[in-house]
């Protein structure tokens, strides 16, 4: 069998490369202007590189019982990492995903397909323009993984914007949102502030040293109007190479604070993270694609010798 050739492609938002694992035959990182954004391993689906992906992956085996199937809503695309995950952990799954980034998501088809009858639609469009036009009470789960860059979009973090997202959702669906702040987490508590404003259910997952202001990274906040089984998630993110916390009731009370409720009207993005703070550098760490860690696993090793460009013609 030949070697995986990397490829570098001019997309909308930027310049994606697809890199190759040479330590796992068919798996693939896929950055955009440098910035790690998926990994995804063809052969095993159910392998999640990247450590906040891995959150959400414990968030969507606990979303309905073993094997169930669901209907998903995937706000922001990448490699269809979370899709193809749910695609072969809960066969039969009807999957939606939305992206602004058509010439991506056809570098994605073209380069790493999806499983016949992977139950998985892909759409190029803008995530709250999707969500203002899905049926109403149609989602048991929807996860938000947007990023322009390396921030979360305005438009994408204000009341209104989850008052959308709550619409599409059934009485005990879930939203789970991929974030990233830092201290003095002025972004990441006003986000909490915003969607306790709509949902009675909030929980956010997150590594402890991001939670005590050491670093810059992820945090994963959940919304439902239904119990949120936090014990369960805590045992799970707890096990993980790098463990998390699961935070919720008081003290997740205690950490918004009075942090504003987010309006159209005054809707920021996301901090700019700090220089170096999502290098892909070590396996497993966490990130729009890789964070910090200085030490643990080995880095997957990517193949960068030869690369093939390909030239995208607008439509």
Known sequence: ????????????HGTARLLPDVDRERAWLLTVDGAPQSYVDLDEPTHLEFEYTRRLGHVVDR???????????HLGG????????????????????????????????????????AGITVHDADARDWLAAAPARSVDLLIADVFGGSRVPAHLTSVEYARLAERVLRADGLYAANL?????FAFLRSQLATFASVFEELALIAEP???????FGNAVLLASHAPIDTAALARRTASDA??????HGASLRRFTGA?????DTDAVASPEPPEGAFQHRLRGSAGPGYGGHDNAYEPPRISVGSVRPVVVRKR
């Open 63 to 73: 979303a309905a019982d073993e094997g169930d199937p669901l209907t998903v809503l």
């Open 209 to 215: 040293s991001v939670l005590r202001g050491r670093r």
């Open 1 to 12: 069998m030949s070697e995986a050739i990397p490829v570098i492609r001019t997309v909308d």
């Open 180 to 184: 990233a702040d830092g201290a003095p």
């Open 259 to 263: 942090a504003p409720v987010v309006r």
């Open 78 to 117: 990448g490699a269809l990492t979370l899709p193809r995950y749910v695609s072969a952990t809960r066969p039969g799954s009807a999957q939606e995903v939305v992206d602004a980034d058509g010439a991506l998501l056809a570098l994605v088809a073209e380069e790493l397909p999806l499983p016949a009858e």
């Open 242 to 247: 790098f463990p998390a916390r699961v935070e």
